[in-house]
Structures are given as C-alpha cells and as structure tokens.
C-alpha cells in the first residue's frame, strides 16, 4: 500500500466497542499478539487476557469495566481501550469515547444483537467519532455477505461501506479480497494471511463489489462520480484518501472482516487504523480545545487500587507532561502529579514523562474525578466533555455486617462511586438504609464483590422498602390529656383537636383556634410538635400524609405545664384519634417511560399488565428506528426487578426512566398483605 510512507500522526487511542459477548476482548488479545506485545494471545475462558483481568471479569468470564493496553504496529503507538459491551456497565464506555481517535465497532451476524449494536452506534454518532465496524467470527457465517450488511444496516445512521468480501471455499471463509487494494488474501491461522491470485469468479465478485464501494464514495465526491459515469477507473490513491477523509467527516462506517479467536483480519484492521484513523490533534480539534503548549489531558476512568492508591486514567491531548508537574482541573482542584504510569492491562510501568497523544495512568490526584480536563498552566481549563450519569433503575438496600464497618462502608462506596458515577447512593432518611442503586442485578452483584474483595468490607443486602404511607377518611374531634405526678413539679398538658383529612397531595397542615388562653400561646409550638411526632407512625404502621389539625381548645396548669407536657398530650390525642378516622394505606405511583425494540412491544405491553401497570400509550421512539416508547404508571413495589424483565423481553437492551407520580389508595387484600408483612419486618 503507497500509504505507508505517510507520516505517523502521533500516539492514537482506540475504542473497541460492540455488543456483549461479540469477542472485544479477544480482538484485543490477537491485536497484542500479532504487534508483538505479548508472545501468544490469552483466553478469556481461561482467565489469561490482558483484557478483562480484575477477579470479577475473570470470575464472570465478562468485560465488567474497561481495559487498556498499548502497542506497537509499523513504528505508530497504540492504546486500546476495551470497553464492556453489557449496557450495565456502559458507563465506563460513555466516559471513555470523547478521548478516542476512532472506534472499532466489533460485531457478529446476529440479528439479535440488532439493538444493542444501535445503541453503541448512536453513542459514536452523536459524539462524532470514527467508527470501524469489524464483523467478527466470520469464519462460523452461515449467510452470503450482502445478507449480513442489509441486516446490521439499520442499526447505523450512515451507510455501512464493505471493504472485504469472503472467498468462500464450498460453505467456509477461507479468506478475503481488499476492495481498495484490489488483493486477495488467504487466512491462515495465528499468523499473517498469504497473497493469492484474483481470479475466476472471485474477480468478477470483486469487482462488482468494488464498483458499489466506489458508488458510496462517490455520493460525497464529485470527481469521482464523474469517472464512474465515464468508466474511468480511479487512482488506488485517491480512493484511500475518500476512505480516509469519509471515515473522518462521518460519512460512513467501513466494514471489516475477520475470526479474532484465529487472529484473522487483525493486520488488515491494523493498516486501516493506522492510515485512515485520525491522530489527536483532530480529536482535541473535536473536543473543541484550543491549541496550547502546556500539558492538556482528559480523565476518563478512576481506579482505586487495593495497595497502589487513586489512578486517574487519562489522554493527554496536547503537550507534554512530567512526573511531579501540578495541574490544573476543570472542577477547580489543584494536584500534583505523583508517579506517570505506561497502561498495559494490569502491568502498568512507570515513566518520567508523557507526550501529547498517549493515555497513560496518573497517580495521586486524590481531587480528580472522571470526565475532568487537566491543565499545565496556571487557571482551571474549561471542561471539554459534560458526561451526565445514566439513570439507575435498579436498586438494594445495604448495610455493613459488621456494625463496625459502617464507617469503613460509606469509604468504600464513595471510592466506588468515583470509579463508577453510574452507581448512585442514597441515605433512607426512615430506615438510615444506604440504599445503593445502579444499572441492573450484574452491575449491583459486582458492586458488592468489590467491597468484599477490594475494600474488605461484608455486607448484608435486602430490597429497599417501598415508601408506603397512610392517611384518613373521616374527621374527628379529640382530646388529647397528659397528667403525672411523682413528688415535686408534675407534668400537665391537655389538649382539644379537631383532625380533617385533606386532599391527596395537600400534605400536613396545622392551624389554632384557642380562645380565652385555654392553650397559652408559648405551648403552641410544642402541641404542633405532639401532633407531627403522633403523624411519624400511624396506626396502620406507615407515616400519616394529607392531614388537617387544628388545636381548638385544651386546659393547663400554672407549675405543671410544660412544652414536653403539651407536645407529650398532642401526640397522644393523635395516636389515639388516628384509627377512628378510617385510616387507609397509600403506595406511591411512578411515571415509567420504557424504551424497547418494537419487536418487543407487545412483551413490554404484557409485562407491564402483570405488574399492576396502567399503560397510557406508546409511540414510535424519536429518532430510533425500529424502536418505541411506552408510557405507563406503576406502583412502586412492582417496579423494583422490573429491570430484569425487561432486559430479558428485549435481548439486554431495554430501558426505563421513572418519576413519583401521585400516592393512591390500596385496599382489600392487597393491604392486609401489606401491613401484615411490614409488622413481621418490624
């Protein structure tokens, strides 16, 4: 290829993205061994890859965070970032794309993976990043090429370019043709592919094929649409440069073919990355940073090793950084530099400096989080990326098994939070439960092998309760009467009030109407106090909401009367005014919006009915094709594994935001489950 004489654009950086179990990581492994970084390709199953190395990928035998490894190919240095494919552990994805130069999208010929494939797609699309897609496993197709493309074609925005096409040898792939080379090339096994003849009916594909390369090509070329209405074939050259220049304006996706498992396809993927990808002064072009001489790099990962402190995973864009240099954040915090680590899967070795371009490890930058933008100079730069956290929708209630540990517990659960801003924790102000939410059963289970593995923390994890509550029917009017007397002062306070209920979403509100200083006015405040402490817990056992109280008479004692005497009197006329007033149990209601493949509607439809959901309609997703959104409410209680389901109705790609709608009666059986159940938790 005449490309090789270009000039190295620097370090690149890339993305290798793709739905779950489509073979990222070991793409990753047939990279390193054909660049000659390690001497054989790992295993996943065998718990040998660079990729995928903490104890919870190795236990789960998947991708359960993102990896990074660099390399070598024809003098150019490389860093892959390895990003999970479950949509559970997105985040570290979503972080990590604005660094990029390119992504390879790794894919198979499974049209249940359609969606999956589209999310990710879209994710690269709206970022604007170049985008490879390599079809993996191309040694197990059972369908012609064409077929395969017209059904991936969907999941993209822009046309999907075929730079291969099989040579099929009866009903195997035993190798390729290079559309822009105009080569043909012979697999062979963990090792490069051979040159062969073009000839025979391979030509003829060949050139059909190439023809309706060109054609995509020439949509965005007028030069080259005027040769192939004159039949002027085109110079080798200026095709490489439509690919090149296609590819990083986003006009198209170049498809390649390969068997990573074989080591298939991986120096052609190389050279394509290597020629057409573009190098990081585009992509700090992209990420609209000025042009400077001091150090600007992009935090896209926080690791917290067990003996190694905080790791800040990051791609200098721009300049040149030393050990010990202080720079500057986004966010405002100031740090220093301690230790510039090479990253190489779970060997990472230490260097002195870094150069625009690479993506290296920064120790110690304890006020650095994800998604900052790091400075040389003497002021906070702007942020260059704004990433917001995906919503959760799942969630647990924790608590240390050691009471000792709940301090430890809360340590734990920040430093996991900066590793991953997808995961959300939230003190239940009536249970003190930390209740930890995240994006799906995988990703909590994980979170919680962490702190056991990592953090030495064990705990106990149970649903989080469901915010019941209870109000009433009936009004009533009650006296409420505290007397004791134990030698000395005594303690008297007593008390007349009137108890409405109120409209749904009214809440509490308390009035007086004392005349003649029955009440007087300085015990007021604590009668208020009475009536909110008799509201805490109500006699059905939940707190009492929509309530109007009114303190309309009462009686007090000159040496007796107390604010605790009055506040104790309220609390007692309330709890026992409560269960006359035909008390009712409330749950809370949520606004649920799901997205799903179409072809699962009628599932999501089903699933939603089962859970006591009122649908409300559902229309096409805007902007997705083949894609819809259902709107429904639901009461809390059903929605809690909801996430579960659904990912199963639609393949691992469903998902749903939530919203407290309203609080609503629940009465029957339902209710005496309910409350019976919440007496024995109690």
Request: hydrophobic letters at 40%; aromatic letters at 4%.
């Amino acid at each position: 290829m005449g490309q090789d004489v270009r000039s190295p654009r620097g370090p690149r950086c890339i993305a290798l993205v793709g739905p779950f179990q489509s073979g990222k990581t070991t793409l990753l492994e047939a990279i390193l061994a054909r660049t000659g970084a390690i001497k054989n390709a790992g295993s996943v199953d065998a718990g040998t890859s660079v990729g995928d190395a903490t104890p919870e990928a190795r236990h789960h035998k998947m991708g359960v965070g993102l990896s990074a490894a660099t390399s070598t190919f024809m003098g150019d240095s490389y860093t892959f970032i390895d990003c999970p494919g479950s949509i559970e552990f997105a985040q570290d994805m979503r972080a990590a794309l604005p660094a990029v130069d390119a992504a390879v999208v790794v894919c198979e010929a499974d049209e249940k993976k359609l969606p999956q494939l589209q999310i990710i797609l879209r994710e690269l699309e709206d970022l604007g990043i170049p985008r490879f897609l390599f079809l993996n496993k191309i040694d197990r197709a059972n369908k012609r090429i064409r077929e395969t493309l017209a059904t991936l074609q969907p999941a993209s925005r822009v046309p999907l370019v075929l730079r291969q096409i099989p040579i099929w040898k009866g009903e195997l792939i035993e190798g390729f043709v290079d559309l822009a080379l105009e080569r043909a090339f012979v697999y062979r096994e963990h090792k490069a592919s051979e040159v062969v003849a073009l000839e025979g009916g391979d030509l003829d594909r060949e050139k059909e094929a190439r023809f309706s390369m060109l054609e995509k090509l020439a949509d965005h070329d007028d030069a080259l649409m005027e040769q192939l209405l004159e039949d002027i074939q085109p110079p080798r050259d200026a095709v490489f440069d439509d690919l090149a220049r296609e590819l990083r304006e986003g006009l198209i996706c170049p498809v390649l073919l390969g068997a990573a498992a074989r080591e298939n396809g991986v120096l052609r993927l190389m050279k394509a990355l290597r020629h057409e990808s573009p190098g990081v002064a585009e992509t700090a072009k992209r990420l609209g940073a000025s042009a400077q001489k001091e150090a600007l790099g992009y935090v896209f990962k926080t690791v917290h090793l067990q003996h190694g402190g905080k790791l800040s995973l990051t791609r200098l864009l721009a300049g040149r950084l030393d050990d010990g240099a202080t720079l500057q954040s986004s966010s405002g915090e100031a740090g220093r530099v301690s230790g510039i680590l090479a990253v190489n899967g779970a060997h990472d070795t230490k260097r002195a400096s870094a150069e625009a371009g690479e993506t290296v490890a920064l120790g110690k930058l304890d006020a650095v989080k994800t998604g900052d933008t790091l400075s040389g100079g003497k002021t906070a730069p702007a942020a260059l990326v704004q990433i917001a956290p995906t919503p959760p929708v799942l969630a647990m209630s924790l608590a240390a098994t050691d009471r000792k540990d709940d301090v430890k517990l809360g340590q734990a659960l920040l430093r996991l939070n900066e590793e991953d801003q997808s995961l959300t924790m939230i003190q239940n102000p009536r249970t003190h439960d930390i209740v930890l939410w995240g994006q799906g059963e995988m990703h909590l289970r994980v979170a919680l092998e962490r702190l056991r593995d990592r953090f030495g923390v064990n705990v106990k994890s149970q649903p989080p309760a469901i915010g019941y509550q209870e109000t009433i029917r009936k009004s009533i009017t009650q006296r409420g009467r505290h007397k004791k007397q134990s030698g000395g002062h005594g303690q008297f306070g007593d008390v007349v009030l009137e108890i409405k209920p109120m409209p749904r979403g009214s809440g509490f509100e308390f009035h007086e109407k004392v005349v003649g200083g029955a009440v007087p006015r300085n015990y007021i405040g604590a009668v208020e106090e009475g009536v909110v402490d008799g509201l805490a817990k109500g006699p059905l056992g939940f707190p009492v909401i929509d309530v109007d109280v009114t303190l309309t008479d009462g009686s007090y004692h000159s040496v007796d009367s107390s604010d605790l005497a009055f506040r104790t009197a309220a609390r007692i006329g309330m709890s026992e005014a409560l269960p006359q007033c035909q008390p009712v149990l409330l749950e809370p209601i949520h606004m649920v919006e799901i997205v799903c493949p179409t072809e699962a509607t009628a599932k999501i439809n089903a699933i939603l009915s089962a859970r006591r959901g009122q649908i409300l309609g559902f229309d096409t997703r805007e902007g997705w094709a083949g894609w819809d959104c259902v709107r429904a409410t639901m009461p809390e209680a059903e929605i809690g594994d909801l996430i579960v389901e659904l990912r199963s109705a639609t393949a691992g790609a469903g998902g749903f935001t939530r919203q407290f709608d309203r609080m609503a009666e629940v009465t029957g059986r339902a209710a005496d489950q309910i409350i019976a159940a919440h007496r024995v938790a109690a």
